[in-house]
T-cell receptor, first 114, second 109 residues
């Protein structure tokens, strides 16, 4: 069974540009989560989607946004990129977002903002 | 006070020893608890989950949960150099996953 996949693996942008990151969950999973992990820091929760709806959002500015498609894949968009947006962006999926759900992580997209 | 706290380490243990990793959380309403391992430059991978008070064993790993004291721990027996990684504690509270910043473990050969 395929795990969580993310694309691209690496992304290089310049300040002010927009970045789009993509994630495909494990088959049968409806919940998708996005995290930011800056170098040497912990996982910071960004967004949670389930059944096409945004269920929860972390403490990030509105220029971080996303969506979930009918096939449960998801997209994270970061507008007006800033240098401090450089980080590893991790996507995870879980069965349905329940309280005992396990999250399974994809390999991540490393975003570099120059 | 952070919602989930871990000592950042590094925690250094000799090969074959028991490594003890601890995590405390602030919300008594927390429902589920997870330990993930993350190698440098890689994504986190699940080691164990625990939902009720007591111990849960899986191979060389034992997770311990004490809801009254609001802590969860992970014991790694017979530590191997391949166990050297950052260990992340995660807590589910009101449908939000909260991760600690992780403890870096170094197993010395």
């Amino acid at each position: 069974e395929a795990g969580v996949t993310q694309s691209p693996t690496h992304l290089i942008k310049t300040r002010g540009q927009q970045a789009t990151l993509r994630c495909s969950p494990i088959s049968g999973h409806t919940s998708v989560y996005w995290y930011q992990q800056a170098l040497g820091l912990g996982l910071q929760f960004l967004l949670w989607y389930d059944e096409g709806e945004e269920r929860n959002r972390g403490n990030f500015p509105p220029r971080f946004s996303g969506r979930q498609f009918p096939n449960y894949s998801s997209e994270l968009n970061v507008n007006a990129l800033e240098l401090e947006d450089s980080a590893l962006y991790l996507c995870a999926s879980s069965l349905n977002g329940g309280a005992s759900d396990t999250q399974y992580f994809g390999p991540g997209t490393r975003l570099t903002v120059l | 006070q952070k919602e989930v706290e871990q000592n950042s380490g590094p925690l250094s243990v000799p090969e074959g020893a028991i490594a003890s990793l601890n995590c405390t959380y602030s919300d008594r309403g927390s429902q589920s608890f997870f330990w993930y391992r993350q190698y440098s430059g890689k994504s986190p991978e699940l080691i164990m989950s625990i939902y009720s008070n007591g111990d849960k064993e899986d191979g060389r790993f034992t997770a311990q949960l004490n809801k009254a004291s609001q802590y969860v721990s992970l014991l790694i027996r017979d530590s191997q150099p391949s166990d050297s990684a950052t260990y992340l504690c995660a807590v589910i509270r009101t449908y939000k996953y909260i991760f600690g910043t992780g403890t870096r473990l170094k197993v010395l050969a």
